[in-house]
């Protein structure tokens, strides 16, 4: 069983930052990317950021230049440091993974429970 448990969510005011973390366990083999997503109330979840194993990361553009993704491997864990923190960031985030758990499977995508951020003064 694999489970991806987040942590950094809360309440902060307009221009604050937040750090997000969602930490891997479990039967492990490799994994491949990790992504961070939201879910505003009323909306659809969306893609905020996402790292590869290896190669460039993506952001949404309404992220850009406020938001990092980053992962510490030997860890299992992905990291992502919001900044200028806007009222519209305000929603659930959910940390996102493709795992192998064991070496020759296929491998499949797992999600954490979520994290609230919320953005009010």
């Known amino acids: 069983q694999v489970q991806l448990v987040e942590s950094g969510g809360g309440l902060v005011q307009p221009g604050g930052s937040l750090r997000l973390s969602c930490a891997a366990s479990?039967?492990?083999?490799?994994?491949?990317?990790m992504g961070w997503y939201r879910q505003a109330p009323g909306k659809q979840r969306e893609l905020v950021a996402r790292i590869p194993s290896g190669g460039d990361t993506n952001y949404a553009d309404s992220v850009k230049g406020r938001f990092t993704i980053s992962r510490d491997n030997t860890k299992n864990t992905v990291y992502l440091q919001m900044n200028t923190l806007k009222p519209e960031d305000t929603a659930v985030y959910y940390c996102?993974?493709?795992?192998?758990?064991?070496?020759?499977?296929?491998?499949?995508?797992?999600w954490g429970k979520g994290t609230p951020v919320t953005v009010s003064s």
């Open positions: 479990g039967s492990i083999f490799s994994i491949y990317a």
């Open positions: 996102n993974a493709f795992i192998v758990g064991v070496k020759g499977d296929y491998g499949m995508h797992y």
